[in-house]
C-alpha cells in the first residue's frame, strides 16, 4: 500500500494537479492521511454516512460523488452548517431545481458541480448537450456552481495501458469542452475535475 501510495505521488507532483482521493475503498482517515501531503486535504465520497464520518474525523473539504436526491438535501446542509465544505454533483434540471430551492430555503448556497458523462455509460450530461448551459444557469441563480466533474466508468472495462490512456485523454477532453463551453457563457466553472 506504501509503495502504491508513494508512486501515485511521485507520478502526479510534477504536474501540479490538485488530488482529491476517493476514500470508499479505505474508509479509514488513517489512510488517506497517509495519500495526501496536507491532512486532512480534500476527499470524494460515495455516501453521505462517509461523509460524515471523515467530517467526525477532521476533513472539511468534501465532494460527495454521487448525484444528489433531494431527499439528501438535509443531510447536505446540516454537514455545511457545521463548518464542512460539501460539494455536490447534479446532472439534470430537476436535481438543480431541488437544490436551488434548498438553497432558497435555507438561506445558504450549496456548492454544486455538474456531472459530465464522458463515457456515455454513467451518470451526467455529454459536454454538448444544451442542457449543460441551462443546469449550469439554474444553479447559478441561487445555488453555487463551482464548476464540473467526469468519470469515466468504462475505464475499469480496459486492462490494457494504451486503451486507458485514450480513456483518460476522454475523460480530460469532455471535462475541458465542458467547462469552456460553460464559461463562454460568462458563468462561472472554477473545477474542473477528472477521475
Known amino acids: 500500500m506504501l509503495r502504491n501510495i508513494d508512486h501515485l505521488k511521485n507520478h502526479l507532483n510534477p504536474h501540479n494537479v490538485l488530488l482529491r482521493p476517493h476514500v470508499k475503498t479505505a474508509k479509514c482517515p488513517q489512510i488517506t492521511d497517509l495519500i ?9 465520497v460515495s455516501t453521505l454516512k462517509e461523509a460524515e464520518q471523515f467530517a467526525a474525523a477532521g476533513y472539511r473539504d468534501i465532494l460527495y460523488a454521487v ?19 460539501l460539494s455536490i454533483l447534479v446532472d439534470n434540471i430537476e436535481a438543480a431545481d431541488a437544490v436551488v430551492s434548498a438553497s432558497s430555503e435555507a438561506g445558504k448556497k450549496i456548492p454544486v458541480l455538474i456531472e459530465i458523462d464522458s463515457d456515455g455509460h454513467r451518470a451526467g450530461v455529454k459536454p454538448d448537450d444544451p442542457l449543460l448551459i441551462e443546469i449550469a444557469k439554474v444553479l447559478n441563480e441561487t445555488a453555487m456552481l463551482r464548476g464540473v466533474m467526469t468519470h469515466a466508468g468504462s475505464a475499469y472495462n480496459h486492462p490494457g495501458q494504451h486503451e486507458l490512456m485514450k480513456m483518460a485523454e476522454q475523460e480530460r477532453r469532455a471535462a475541458v469542452e465542458a467547462a469552456e463551453r460553460i464559461k463562454a457563457t460568462g458563468l462561472p466553472c472554477d473545477v474542473v475535475s477528472v477521475g
Do not use: A, H, M
Request: aromatic letters at 0%; proline letters at 14%.
Open 36 to 44: 495526501l501531503d496536507t491532512s486532512p486535504g480534500p476527499i470524494t
Open 67 to 85: 448525484g444528489i436526491e433531494p431527499s439528501k438535501l438535509p443531510r447536505v446542509l446540516s454537514l455545511r452548517d457545521n463548518g464542512i465544505d
